[in-house]
């Protein structure tokens, strides 16, 4: 980084502006000055957004919510890289550091056939949603909570089922991804609970439904791993290998024997 | 994902023909007769216990099988992500994919175009006029030894050997064969083979461009045929045989 005069910078956005679903959209250039290089990136938005207000323009919509990289809310393409250039950190973690006085930025919305703009940088992640409706979850017995240790998780995987779970669903790997595949976030999801002793009762009818419903959405995996380097949790494309082998099994256990409708 | 592992099994046969079909090519720096014994082995593979030459129809067979199953995924799995896919108005930085992974649609077209001149070329003997049945040698003197088809045969051979290097790592990751003690092997796997049937293929058109692989355009094995024919004597190798 570099900083301008006082140590602050100032950089030149080109944002993507969309009124709405139906309305093509542009891209449209601010300069922000002022900005300090500790603000985080969505913060340089607010800071803009407070002077679009002021001088009576329509503040840019982008979604934010957590804002300490744990929520999954936060998403935009900056400079053609999924959460910005800082890797492992969702937009919200990046700051302006990471930016050198003088840069264009280049703001655009996830793009994927799925993820509809709603406004501007805003877009339509129910999709994944399907997915995790599909399969994405464990049934338990409803009365008093089980005693704590009553079933017996080794450690490894535990520990496995954990670096899944720390998927956040931003869907920055179906952003990143040339196919607009949701294999690493649909992988994450199934794996999760695959790799656990309460997600085994519904392991093979999960795999399948959460695998056959992402593709009614998504494109298919051609094996580039841009999703990894996107995922601001740093997951594995170990877990799409895995979500693969599942898929199959789940196919051959899942046939209906002779006689069962 | 159930077409993705169409595209891997099939893939680990067309590899596998890949590297064999490389592997028995190596007999053209033995010479003539012995490249035409060659080819009659692959024909009388299970003669013992099946009729000539069915051991070979079958594999042929099954590889075209292979082949068309392995185009049709592809070409249902393009038309999904193309389906699937929107582009950036800004445009975009990659950082894991690489040449190889990003090219997969091309090279694949025209390895499949190459595949059908090849077998115009040296199985049928379409475009060459001094074709002669049996004696692959010959032909493929004959072929390469034109300078703008031994430039196409390089040309395809490094699509191929591009194409290879990232589907012989993504069959792997398609099938799930994912450990964390194996998966640093996986692409040095991939590059080491996708190298040695490079070196290995390219080696034909540029050893016969430089004259290493000649037959002064005669067909040794045509006079031999046609001499043993003329005598009735019993075919075995001649002495010093090219």
Redesign the interface.
Known sequence: MSAGENGMLNVRL?V?RQDGPGDA?R?ETYDVGGISPDASFLEMLDVLNERLTLEGREPITFESDCREGICGTCGL?I???AHGPQKGTATCQLHMREFSDGDLI?V?PW?????EVIRDLAVDRTALDRIIAAGGYISVNTGAAPDANLVPVPKEAAECAFDAAACIGCGACVAAC????AQLFTAAKVQHLNLLPQGQPERWARTEAM?ETM?R??????????C???CPKEIS??F?????????RA?LRNRKPTGRR | ?????VMALTGIALIGFVLVHMVGNLHLYEGAWETHEYAETLRDLGTKVIPRTWVLWALRAGLAAAFALHLHSAYS??R???????????????????YA??T?RWTGPLVGLFVVYHLADLTWGHFNPDYVRGDPYHNVVASLSNLPVAIWYIVANVALAVHIY?GA??I???????S?RW?PLRRRLAGTFAAAVLVGNLSFPILVQAGVIDDGGRSVVRERLEQADRTGEALAPPEGAP
């Open positions: 080109r993507w959209g891209f393409m400079n053609g890289r280049t655009e793009r994927a056939g799925s993820f040339p196919n607009s595949a695998v593709e959405f998504f494109g298919s995996c051609t094996n580039h791993g841009e990894e380097e996107a494309i170990d799409i290998a895995w979500t693969n082998r599942d898929y199959v196919k | 994902m159930g077409k993705k592992w799995l393009t999904m992500s193309r389906a699937a896919d929107r582009r950036y108005a800004g445009g975009r930085d990659y950082i894991a994919a690489n992974s990003r997969m990232h790592w993504s792997f990751q398609s099938l799930g064969v994912s964390p998966n």
